[in-house]
T-cell receptor
């Protein structure tokens, strides 16, 4: 089954404790991205990757890192999480970055930073 | 820059009522337009799309027409069901912004029996 898999689904952590949210897709997609979803703000892009070893900042990259060492994986790293990073995070992938291509989303990771 | 504006929710309707969720956009190029739906506890999934002016996207009884003259892509359904309760996002991709997906803020729909 074609899918984007995120782990964990839920995470509660303390301020400053490094964490990684994993994302993996089995569709051989070139393009992957991370979004955060906050009430009243919709989805905002954090980082994206056009292909292996090619990453770039989205609209809200501060406090986040990513890497793309393999085509299928695109982990999101929070080196020193803070409470304002409490949010619902989604990973997405697309075959390529073109005008009419559909994005496939993971089920989301709800992160709480206390 | 590009932006998408959706009507604020939540929208509450009775089963079999007519649904309209308004969406207007601003884009510098020739965008493709999308509606995504997010069911409770799930990720977003594509509902329908339209890639050029006057195209109509349709799926599961939902429809939206790409209106370039009014820069709109309103979502409609003639008779909603309880199972349509979800959050609906309007979005666009535009070549002038590297085809990044720009989302509206989402409209929550609750359909009651």
């Amino acid at each position: 089954e074609a899918q984007v898999t995120q782990n964990p689904r839920y995470l509660i952590t303390v301020t400053g404790k490094k964490l990684t949210v994993t994302c993996s897709q089995n569709m051989n997609h070139e393009y992957m991205s991370w979004y955060r979803q906050d009430p009243g703000l919709g989805l905002r892009q954090i980082y994206y990757s056009m292909n292996v070893e090619v990453t770039d900042k989205g609209d809200v990259p501060e406090g986040y890192k990513v890497s793309r060492k393999e085509k299928r994986n695109f982990p999101l790293i929070l080196e020193s999480p803070s409470p304002n990073q409490t949010s619902l995070y989604f990973c997405a992938s697309s075959p390529r970055q073109m005008g009419n291509t559909e994005a496939f989303f993971g089920q989301g990771t709800r992160l709480t930073v206390v | 820059g590009n932006s998408v504006t959706q009507m604020e929710g939540p929208v509450t309707l009775s089963e079999e009522a007519f649904l309209t969720i308004n969406c207007t956009y601003t884009a510098t190029g020739y965008p493709s337009l999308f509606w995504y739906v997010q069911y409770p506890g799930e990720g977003l999934q594509l509902l329908l799309k339209a890639t050029k002016a006057d195209d109509k996207g349709s799926n599961k009884g939902f429809e939206a027409t790409y209106r370039k003259e009014t820069t709109s892509f309103h979502l409609e359904k003639g008779s909603v069901q309880v199972s349509d309760s979800a959050v609906y996002f309007c979005a666009l991709r535009d070549s002038n912004s590297g085809y990044a997906l720009n989302f509206g803020k989402g409209t929550s729909l609750l359909v009651t029996p």
